[in-house]
């Protein structure tokens, strides 16, 4: 924002100077979103009314992907800037950071809206930034993003936004609604998780599932997984008698490859869209159809 007036203000001398009269595009408000699933709801939420800058591609991973200079640039000339936070942009909250030092509003969603802790593993006691797993939580980002659009982003029509995130936040609770009444058909001893990492434990803290094992005990896909891990892994496996893991659908079979080659353990492994949205076209273009493709997903691997 600050920017964007600076460069009208030049411009504006500039056509004094030169007597002429200045031509500039039209002052378009703008948000920068790190990402891709917060960049879906923000751009629900806003529609026409702002122009929203995704800086995660799809099917990227939120713990490792990086910006460019050119895209650090956007975020310090934006009127808002929005992620997910909670530790989960390790590579671009550093950009974050000099956006809010230009003066740039930001908004850390994952810390307002009653983040839990992980439970166990490497990361146990730290805050889980993996809150989009729950829509009722994502209902709340809702709201709380609507109000910080209108009361940061100068140019948007407050009551276009708010109609639009009304309707938006009734499909997501309508969404929720329908994933519980699905999961609730499971039996308790069905009911059961084990993940590539711990990235599900808002789902499983919303429709009661328990999390009994990750192949990486940890809240980063950026750790690797020791003989001990493993180890424990198979036992929790067995001990449930689990019928799935639940991968990124970047690399389930490469999961199955090293459990069978170095845990002795063969059992069948279901994609799932755990961090990022896929492309368009995908059955994951949209946070509310990755929700809808995680829970069939979910309940045909337990099932099974």
Request: with cysteine; proline share 4%.
């Amino acid at each position: 924002m600050r920017a964007r007036r600076l460069v009208a203000a030049l411009t504006a001398a500039a056509a004094v100077l030169t007597g002429g009269v200045a031509c500039s595009a039209p002052d378009e408000a703008h948000i920068v979103v790190t990402t891709n699933i917060l960049g879906d709801v923000v751009r629900e939420i806003t529609g026409d009314q702002a122009k929203v800058t995704v800086l995660m591609k799809p099917d990227a991973d939120p713990h490792s992907f990086a910006v460019s200079a050119r895209e650090a640039y956007t975020m310090q000339t934006a009127d808002l800037v929005v992620y997910n936070g909670l530790g989960l942009e390790e590579g671009v909250l550093r950009h974050v950071e000099s956006a809010r030092a230009e003066g740039v509003p930001v908004m850390e969603v994952g810390a307002r809206v009653d983040p839990l802790e992980y439970r166990d593993g490497d990361a146990a006691g730290m805050p889980d930034p993996h809150f989009w797993t729950d829509p009722g939580r994502v209902g709340a980002a809702v709201r709380l993003l609507t109000e910080e659009i209108v009361a940061r982003v100068d140019g948007v029509d407050a009551g276009a936004v708010r109609e639009r995130a009304d309707a938006y936040a009734r499909e997501v609770a309508d969404l929720d609604a329908q994933l519980a009444a699905r999961f609730a058909g499971l039996p308790a001893d069905r009911r059961v998780l084990v993940t590539n990492h711990h990235v599900f434990g808002y789902l499983a803290d919303r429709y009661d599932f328990t999390v009994v094992g990750a192949v990486l005990p940890s809240g980063t896909t950026l750790a690797s997984p020791s003989a001990a891990d493993l180890a424990s892994l198979v036992t929790a496996i067995e001990r449930h008698r689990v019928p799935a893991i639940f991968a990124d659908t970047a690399q389930p079979a490469r999961l199955a490859e090293v459990l069978a080659a170095e845990a002795g353990v063969e059992v069948r492994v279901v994609g799932l869209y755990s961090e990022s949205l896929g492309g368009a076209g995908s059955e994951a273009a949209s946070y509310l159809d990755m929700m809808r493709f995680n829970a069939d997903a979910i309940i045909g691997g337990l099932t099974a």
